[in-house]
């Protein structure tokens, strides 16, 4: 399991534009390297990031070889009802690390 | 004939005096640092050197070694035991007879006090501990203090960081107290002050000890790195931090 932090508000009123962050700890190998004995280091990327409110898309965004390692990924959404986040980091081996944070609206 | 003495007379003498930074003219390399990186550092959040800093309290708390004992088991929390720590590293060790810096120190610890297996020069796991260590210093003015012990280092380093070398021909102080602010090959030179390491940075897309940062000076200055741990590369560090006394930890500190 990658290392995540992620920043939201716990509360907030119905209506109100949230900003959400995340980080999460990845090398983001673009596969164009060469190691020590010259042969391709191979690539090794999180390719698609998706967050739901309360099981609806809210926010999806694909990544490339061309993205920093770390990703940082902040985006707002419109806070409509209490309930859950998830947060969804794919990878090139098809591994999905999902998280998940609670909100409270007022 | 004369007048092309004194003119050799005064380029010699401008080439030897190396103007020392005044205290109120220090600046970290925050300070020049654009505003999005400063933004990327100030922000718990977005500062990707904080991931390491979270695996370091991990591997704080994680028991290592034939003794089976973690940092936690003898320092206790931290956040107490830490505090200031790294402000005041390197230091003497009576021990080994010589001054160590915050990675060996931890190092010595581990198969002090652990028996565990050392941690590799920039793994992972050395940086996140050293990270974490040092982030409970974080705003806490350095103080590396000269005594007696440390003098001689202290001496090596001044003399390290004045002394040109490789094939550039440069030492430390042509560039980071005669020439900074000024910019090298589209990059703006700092002071050279460890304020933040180990460091973030975006050139590297991971975090970095201070002697890696020295490495790469001296390959940039086309002159033959010192080993991870050599005495020379701990006396430059121990000098730097004399040289940065009073300024404040920012660790992790995020830079281009």
């Known amino acids: 399991m990658a290392r995540v932090l992620i920043n939201l508000p716990q509360r907030a009123k119905r209506g109100e534009i949230i900003e959400i962050k995340t980080l999460i700890a990845h090398p983001m190998e673009t596969g164009y390297r060469l190691g020590n004995t010259g042969t391709a280091i191979p690539r090794d990327i999180i390719n698609r990031f998706v967050c739901t409110y309360n099981g609806e898309e809210v926010f999806r965004a694909e990544l490339f070889p061309a993205i920093a390692a770390n990703p940082f990924i902040a985006f707002f959404t419109t806070a409509t009802e209490s309930g859950e986040l998830a947060f969804s980091w794919t990878d090139d081996h098809g591994q999905t690390q999902t998280e998940i944070r609670k909100i409270t609206v007022e | ?256």
Request: aromatic letters at 6%; proline letters at 5%.
């Open chain 2, 1 to 256: 004939m004369r007048a092309l003495l004194l003119v050799a007379l005064a380029v010699a003498v401008t080439a030897t005096t190396a103007a020392e930074i005044a205290p109120e003219a220090r600046r970290s390399g925050y300070d020049f640092a654009s505003s999005e990186t400063r933004a990327m550092q100030d922000d718990d959040a977005a500062n990707p050197g904080i991931l390491s800093v979270l695996q370091g309290e991990t591997l704080w708390r994680k028991k290592a070694g034939a003794t089976d004992r973690s940092c936690a088991d003898c320092h206790g929390s931290a956040r107490t035991s830490m505090k200031g720590v790294a402000a005041r590293y390197p230091t003497f060790d009576a021990a080994l007879g010589r001054p160590v810096d915050l990675e060996q120190r931890i190092n010595r610890c581990r198969s002090e006090h652990q028996a565990a297996e050392l941690f590799a020069w920039e793994s992972g796991e050395l940086l996140a501990l050293t990270a974490f260590i040092a982030h409970q210093s974080r705003g806490l003015p350095i103080a590396a203090r000269v005594d007696a012990e440390l003098r001689p280092s202290s001496d090596l380093g001044n003399e390290l960081f004045h002394r040109r070398e490789g094939q550039l021909n440069l030492s430390c102080s042509k560039c980071h107290d005669d020439n900074w602010g000024k910019r090298l090959a589209g990059s703006v030179i700092p002071q050279g002050h460890p304020t933040g390491y180990p460091v973030y940075r975006l050139e590297w897309q991971t975090l970095g000890s201070l002697q890696r940062r020295l490495r790469n000076c001296m390959t940039g200055v086309r002159a033959e790195p010192y080993e991870y741990g050599a005495p020379e590369a701990v006396a430059l560090e121990f000098y730097l931090m004399e040289r940065a006394r009073g300024m404040p930890i920012e660790t992790p500190a995020v830079r281009p």
